[in-house]
C-alpha cells in the first residue's frame, strides 16, 4: 500500500477530558478513506490536530514516509493538508477569487495584485470540479452548494495531497451530492488522498474504500467497506446493537383531536393555496425536496415569515399568528433547523437556555428570581429527555448535537407547548443521537403533543410520520398515510407530482 499519510498513538486531553488515547489512521494516496464516530468521538479533534490547529500531547504525524509536527494551520497547509470545514470558513463579501487565494495573492513583476491571473486559475479549478460558479458575486449570494464547491476549489488551489472533507453533503441537495462524489471520484485518480467525515451511512458505502472507527476518543478499529455492512459499523460507533433506529409507530385512533387546522395558507398572491391538519398525538411529516416549500410553510404558519392568506384554527378557535410570540402563546413551538444560531444562545449554560423564553414562572418580583425553583425545573426536564451533560451550568456550546437538540426541545416543554415543528430534527447528528431522538419524539406523542416534523431524509420520514405532506413547488400534492407512506411514493410526490401515477390522498383529504 502507498501510504500518503499516517497517524500514529495521537493523544490529547484538555482540562478535566481526555479527548483522544493513542488513536492511529493509515490513508493510502488515492485513497477515500471514512472517519466515522459519534459526536463527541474525537473526530473533529484528530482533525484540528491533523491541520495544526490542536498540538497533540504525544504521538506522530508521518506523510509521505517523514515525521511532521505542523505548529499552526499555515504548517499543515504548505505539507500538502487541505480541509473543507462543515462550518464554512468563507468571508461572505469576497468574491471565489478573493476567498480563494485570501492571504497568499498573485502579484505582477511589478509587485501588484495579478487579478487576471487569479481569476484564471480558479476558473481553471472550478471547470476541473464541473461546476459554475460566478467569480464576480460575493459568496454571500452563492448558493450553498457553489459555497461548498468554493471551499473545495480553494483547498485544491493550495495543492492539497490530503483532503478533510467534514460533513460535506448536510446541506446539499441528493443531486448536489451526486455530483460532490463525482468530484471525488475524480480527484481519487489524480492521487488525491481524502478523509470524508459524514453521519450518513449510505454515503460512506457509496463513495469510500476503508473506514475508521472512533469511540469516546479511543480507536475502534478499521475495515473495508466490502466487507462490512450498517450494522457492525452502529456497533462498532456506539459499542451496542441497535435493533432499529425507528420506534414502531402507534395505532391512532380515526376520531383523534384536530390540534391544528390550516384551512388555507397562501404564501405569495399568484401561489397555490394548501390545506392541512394535525391531529393530537402525531407526528405528520413534510417531506420533498429542498426548495419545495416545506420550511417556508412552517414558517408562514407560526407567523415568522408572512403569508398572502392564512386562515388557522387552534383546538377548534380561530387563531392570529402575526409572530412566532403569539405562536408560543398558542402552544406552538419550534426547533429550527439551525440550532446552534437560530434555536441556541450557545455561550449560555443548559439551565439558561431552558428558561429563557419563560422566565417569569420564576419570578418572585419584578427584580428577583427564585433560582432554586429555576434549577429544580431544569433538573427534571433535562432527566425528561436524557440531556447529557456534567451540570445544568454546562455551557451549550461545548455539548454534542444530540444534546443541544435536546436542549431546544426542553425549552419548549418547559413553555407548556402542545404543537412542536421540528425542522430537520437530526441533521449533523450521529446514528446513536438519532435513535435517542426519535425515541423521545414518540415519547411526546404519547404524552398528547402533537409534532410536524420536516426532514430531506427519506427513511426518516418513511420510518417516523404518522401521515406525509409532499410538497413540490410550493404546493401539497398529496397527503400520504399507512402503507402508502413508503420512498418511491414519496419521490415520485416530491419529483413529479400528483399527475405522475395514481394519488394516494390529496391535500383536500386532510382531516
Known amino acids: 500500500m502507498d501510504t500518503v499519510l499516517k497517524l500514529d498513538n495521537i493523544t490529547k486531553s484538555f482540562p478535566g477530558v481526555q479527548a483522544l488515547q493513542r488513536i492511529h489512521l493509515e490513508i493510502a494516496r488515492g485513497e477515500i478513506h471514512a472517519l466515522l464516530g459519534e459526536n463527541g468521538a474525537g473526530k473533529s479533534t484528530l482533525m484540528k490536530i491533523l491541520c495544526g490547529i490542536y498540538q497533540p500531547d504525544d504521538g506522530t504525524i508521518v506523510i509521505d514516509g517523514e515525521a511532521r509536527h505542523f505548529a499552526n494551520y499555515h504548517d499543515a497547509v504548505a505539507a500538502g493538508v487541505g480541509i ?31 487579478r487576471s491571473r487569479m481569476r484564471r486559475a480558479a476558473a481553471e479549478i472550478f471547470a476541473r470540479l464541473g461546476v459554475v460558479i460566478d467569480l464576480s458575486v460575493p459568496i454571500r449570494e452563492l448558493s450553498v452548494a457553489q459555497q461548498q464547491f468554493v471551499e473545495i476549489g480553494k483547498a485544491l488551489s493550495l495543492n492539497a495531497r490530503i483532503l478533510i472533507l467534514d460533513e460535506p453533503t448536510a446541506t446539499l441537495t441528493p443531486a448536489e451530492a451526486e455530483h460532490l462524489f463525482t468530484i471525488m471520484r475524480d480527484l481519487k485518480r489524480h492521487g488525491v488522498a481524502m478523509i470524508f467525515i459524514s453521519h450518513h451511512l449510505e454515503e460512506i458505502f457509496e463513495v469510500c474504500d476503508r473506514i475508521t472507527v472512533l469511540r469516546d476518543g479511543q480507536y475502534v478499529g478499521m475495515t473495508d467497506v ?19 433506529s425507528f420506534p414502531p409507530k402507534p395505532a391512532l385512533p380515526t376520531d383523534a383531536k384536530v390540534v391544528l387546522e390550516v384551512n388555507a395558507l397562501q404564501l405569495h398572491k399568484d401561489g397555490p393555496v394548501n390545506r392541512f391538519a394535525l391531529r393530537e398525538g402525531e407526528i405528520l411529516g413534510f417531506a420533498g425536496l429542498v426548495g419545495s416549500g416545506r420550511t417556508e410553510t412552517a414558517l408562514a404558519v407560526i407567523g415568522a415569515d408572512a403569508a398572502h392568506v392564512k386562515d388557522i384554527r387552534i383546538n377548534g378557535m380561530s387563531a392570529n399568528l402575526s409572530d412566532p410570540a403569539d405562536a408560543l402563546k398558542s402552544g406552538i413551538g ?7 444560531t437560530e434555536g441556541l444562545i450557545t455561550s449560555f ?4 437556555n431552558i428558561s429563557i423564553n419563560n422566565l417569569g414562572k420564576y419570578r418572585t418580583s419584578r427584580f428577583f428570581i427564585d433560582h432554586g425553583s429555576e434549577a429544580r425545573a431544569t433538573a427534571d426536564i433535562m432527566k425528561r429527555v436524557g440531556v447529557k451533560a456534567p451540570t445544568m451550568n454546562t455551557e451549550v456550546a461545548t455539548l454534542s448535537g444530540g444534546n443541544q437538540q435536546k436542549v431546544v426541545i426542553a425549552r419548549w416543554l418547559n413553555h407548556h407547548t402542545n404543537i412542536l415543528i421540528f425542522d430537520e430534527p ?47 413547488q410550493g404546493r401539497i400534492e398529496a397527503m400520504l398515510e399507512g402503507d402508502q407512506i413508503e420512498s418511491n411514493a414519496v419521490m415520485t410526490y416530491a419529483t413529479a407530482g400528483a399527475t405522475a401515477g395514481t394519488r394516494g390522498a390529496t391535500q383536500h383529504e386532510h382531516a
Open 84 to 114: 473543507v470545514f462543515q462550518e464554512f470558513s468563507l468571508i461572505p463579501y469576497l468574491n471565489a477569487v478573493e476567498n480563494m487565494f485570501l492571504g497568499r495573492e498573485l502579484r505582477n513583476r511589478f509587485g501588484m495584485l495579478d
Open 334 to 340: 419550534i426547533l429550527p433547523e439551525s440550532r446552534k
Open 349 to 352: 449554560s443548559i439551565k439558561q
Open 226 to 244: 466490502a466487507k462490512t455492512d450498517v450494522g457492525r459499523l452502529v456497533e462498532m460507533m456506539v459499542g451496542r446493537k441497535i435493533e432499529s
Open 426 to 472: 437530526t441533521r449533523g447528528i450521529d446514528v446513536g443521537a438519532k435513535a435517542e431522538i426519535y425515541l423521545l419524539m414518540r415519547e411526546l406523542t404519547a404524552r398528547g403533543y402533537s409534532i410536524i416534523m420536516i426532514s430531506s431524509e427519506l427513511p426518516e420520514i418513511v420510518g417516523m410520520c404518522d401521515r406525509v405532506a409532499v410538497f413540490r
